[in-house]
């Protein structure tokens, strides 16, 4: 599976944005999908994760309340809302996708789009 991440862009703190991230080759219905974000110097950190097909969706304690993720089924879209933006959630945003149940760490996934730059400005 292709992955395509996009949306991403400068947003004042408070802010929103909303990034999607869509699917070709196959559909992601087998699939786990993962946001992470890699911050200037840091190294990649989960934000999100779920079953293509429904249940439970984690987050990291910092986006909790904040962000969310929705699905467009015919489109093979997910998106990840984010709302009350802070300067600290500038990073470059990915998504990913692994067969089975949703991870926390990158390694556990297989298939990576390319990022896409979120800078918050304050």
């Known amino acids: 599976v292709q992955l395509q991440a996009s949306g991403g862009g400068l947003v004042q703190a408070g802010g929103s944005l909303r990034l999607s991230c869509a699917a070709s080759g196959r559909t992601f219905s087998r699939y786990a999908v993962g946001w992470f974000r890699q911050a200037p110097g840091k190294g990649r950190e989960f934000v999100a994760g779920f079953r293509w097909s429904g249940g439970s969706t984690y987050f990291e304690d910092s986006v909790k309340g904040r962000f969310t993720v929705s699905r467009d089924y015919a489109k093979s879209t997910v998106y990840l809302q984010m709302n009350s933006l802070k300067p600290e959630d500038t990073a470059v945003y990915y998504c990913?996708?692994?067969?089975?149940?949703?991870?926390?760490?990158?390694?556990?996934?297989?298939?990576w789009g390319r990022g896409t730059l979120v800078t918050v400005s304050s």
């Open positions: 990913a996708a692994r067969i089975g149940e949703a991870g926390r760490k990158d390694s556990e996934y297989d298939y």
